[in-house]
Each structure stands twice: as C-alpha cells, then as structure tokens.
C-alpha cells in the first residue's frame, strides 16, 4: 500500500460532477493536461505536413514514367492513401479539441514541415519523397515527446502515424538502393 493519502482514482461522484459541468469542451475535460490552443496550432502543421505529402505522393505517381516504374507508381498511390488516411485522422484530432482544421491551400506550404518537392525523373521523386518522410519521422518524435502525458490522445495518434512514416522512409530508401544499385544505410550504428 502506498503511503500517499491521496486516492489514485478518482471518486466515481466526483468525476460524474467533473463531466456535467463545462460540457461545451466536449472532448476536453478538467483532467486534460495540454494546452488546447497549442496543440491544435501544432496540429494545423501536421495537416499541413499531411496534405503537402498527399499532394507530392499523388503528383509522383501521375507524373512517373520510364522502366520499371509502374511498381514505384504503385508505390507512390499507396502512400498516397495512407497519407490521406493521416490528415483525416489529425483533422479530426483538431475537431476533438474545439478547433477547425485548416484546408486552405493559401500559406499550405509555409505551414509544413516538409516540401513539395517534385523531382525530375524517378530516382529524384523518390529522393524528395524519402527527404520528406525523413522531416516527417524526426518532427513527429519531436511531437511525440512534446505530448508525452498532457495529452495521451495525440501522442498515441503520433505515434501511430509516426510507425507509418517510417514505413514509408524505409520503401522510398529501398527503392532508390534498387533504382541505383547502392546502398545508401551504412551498417554502423
């Protein structure tokens, strides 16, 4: 037994009360720890971050051409989609939070973390999309940490995006050692 005096949970009557009361906060209750107007500022850029990635990915599968591109085509849609899947699911997480996710195309690049970045042939549209996943991966650790325990919910959602990312970093590096013949990771850690 612990010798704080403190109960560890709350009072079933007391959180009832807690939950009856500032109900037009919806999502956010007293025991919210983060600060609403930042995270869903910080948000803002990562649907920024998303929609720019949806855009570039569904560009370079358009825009693909030559030998062998057809599977990297496929490649790029897929990503695409995955990508569109991770500005739903923010947009919403801006939704839960009392704020209205920002799909203007007006200042969209400015409010992104990665670039849109075409390239000129496939070896380059695969180097831009892997630089973007890599922004993405180490700004979203950053994130990650930001939420830590204040906010639960959206460090979860971050790190559910952030598994994907990597995934994503991973198949744009594993395509450019195929389309370049050499490795580009080195063995050292």
Known sequence: MSNNN???LTDVKELRARARTSIEKGAVTPAYQ???????????SVLATEIVCVLRYTMNAIAATGLSSESVKEEFDQHAKEE???MREVAER???LGGKPNFNPEGLASRSASQYGEGGNLVEMIKENLIAERIACEHYRELIRYFADKDPTTRV??????V??????????DLLV?????PMLSDKS
């Open 84 to 86: 569109q899947g991770h």
């Open 34 to 44: 983060g600060d609403v107007k930042q995270v869903i500022e910080i948000l803002q």
């Open 178 to 182: 195929a389309h370049e013949g050499k």
């Open 6 to 8: 403190q109960p560890f």
């Open 157 to 162: 959602m971050m790190e559910g995006i952030l």
């Open 164 to 173: 994907n990312e990597e995934e994503h970093a991973n198949d744009m590096h």
């Open 94 to 96: 801006i939704n839960q």
